[in-house]
């Protein structure tokens, strides 16, 4: 492989904005493939997939070449030295580039590797936790956290059938595979940019990950319903439920962040979704308003995010112990305050993208001790790890209130 200067460059440019201006990871790369118009394909893949590589193995990288946080530009060098190194690149007679000891690099990477927190490239409090919730589990979720994420589709059945997607997809010459045990999902079989395809465009599926496609189907919504998505975001779950419910009854969407239902109203314009109605969370009373009023309830609560690492390696670096300690008060408030709205003998899903019991099962238990949790039978709950699944690491209960 021929290492082309714009485009190392351009790696090199987003990591200096990830590591040491904070950026995220997602929004930097979207940036830089917008940088030359003359990139084709393979160098927006190059470009996207190197920063991600580089993102995910910080740790093992800067070790292996000797440096300390804050980077500056000649340790970013020495670190994309390391990375090409390791795959087998020859490095160009770049003044950047400083004189590459291969066989130390080698040797260092076999050496740090017998050592979890450098071989699976985490800050030594998420492996001490990790260990401390997971046991002998941990060192399969976390080597399993650190793979790159298949892209999954779900379609939109409220436009089309899985099967006949795939039939379309194939005309765009993208080419996917069912997935068995998910019923609206398809993977691709290699990656390729969906968005730019008309079934995109015609609202015919959204990128969703597979263990995400659970949850709706989890909190046995029908036709007709009012069902309201606690912290709907930009909507992926919202507008499954839209397709589950096929656009009959009411979805109250709602979210303390505006700009995010503003995503999802988009959205729901594209995928014909037609039953959801946007409400921003300004206060209790919103919450108050709906008192015993919904038949069902997601609360798709904040976490984390440990169990989604594999498509958001900077998390690894932004996540604080402290922050940990934080969401999850903020998880158990938002268990006691929505489920109040949940009608007698209905349903509520708590669910999140972390696989830690301590935000997942340990806080259904606690709610359910609880004086606010009394009212409440937990019919079922499903762990999904992705070393098991092959997809994101998740968690989800589904409770009953009980009748009056």
């Not at 709706?216 to 912290?231: H, K, M, N, Y």
């Not at 498509?311 to 999850?328: C, G, H, S």
């Not at 409440?376 to 098991?388: C, G, R, Y």
Request: net charge positive; aromatic share 8%.
């Amino acid at each position: 492989m021929r290492l082309h200067r714009n485009l190392v460059f351009a790696v090199i440019d987003g990591l200096n904005e990830i590591f040491n201006e904070g950026a995220y990871a997602d929004k930097v790369v979207q940036k830089l493939l917008k940088r030359d118009k003359r990139w084709g394909s393979r160098d927006r893949s190059f470009v996207a997939e190197t920063v991600y590589e580089i993102v995910r193995w910080k740790r093992l990288y800067a070790e292996i070449a000797e440096v300390r946080d804050p980077f500056s530009r000649e340790n970013l060098w020495r670190i994309f030295a390391v990375w090409a190194t390791l795959r087998g690149i020859s490095l160009p007679d770049w003044k950047q580039i400083v004189p590459t000891p291969t066989r130390r690099i080698k040797g260092r990477f076999d050496e740090l590797s017998k050592i979890r927190k450098y071989k699976e490239s985490i800050p030594d409090w998420l492996d001490e936790l990790g260990q401390k919730e997971l046991s002998a589990i941990w060192d399969k979720e976390i080597n399993a956290l650190n793979q790159q994420a298949p892209v999954v589709l779900r379609a939109n059945t409220l436009k089309i059938s899985r099967d006949k997607l795939r039939g379309v997809l194939e005309d765009e010459n993208i080419d996917t595979a069912f997935i068995k045990g998910y019923a609206d999902a398809l993977q691709l079989v290699e990656r390729a940019n969906v968005f730019s395809t008309e079934a995109f465009k015609n609202g015919m599926f959204e990128v969703q990950d597979a263990s995400s496609q659970l949850v709706a189907d989890f909190l046995d919504v029908q036709p007709g319903q009012r069902v309201v998505d606690t912290c709907a975001g930009a909507g992926g779950k919202t507008l499954h439920l839209a397709a589950l419910m096929q656009n009959k009854g009411q979805i109250i969407a709602m979210d303390i962040y505006e700009k995010k239902l503003k995503e999802l109203k988009r959205r729901a314009r594209r995928a014909g979704a037609h039953n959801i109605e946007p409400r921003v969370i300004e206060s209790t009373k919103d919450i108050k308003k709906l008192h015993g009023k919904a038949d069902r309830v997601l609360i798709d609560a904040p976490c984390s995010g440990l169990g989604v690492l594999s498509r958001n390696p900077d998390a690894k670096w932004k996540l604080q112990p402290e922050f940990l300690d934080k969401i999850k008060n903020t998880q158990s408030e938002i268990l006691e305050s929505y489920s109040k709205m949940v009608k007698p003998e209905g349903k509520l899903v708590y669910a999140t993208c972390s696989i830690l019991p301590s935000e997942n099962q340990d806080q259904v238990k606690k709610f359910i001790s609880s004086e606010a949790g009394r009212n409440f039978t937990m019919i079922k709950d499903k762990k999904i790890l992705s070393h098991q699944s092959g997809y994101d690491g998740f968690y989800m209960a589904l409770l009953e209130r009980k009748p009056e």
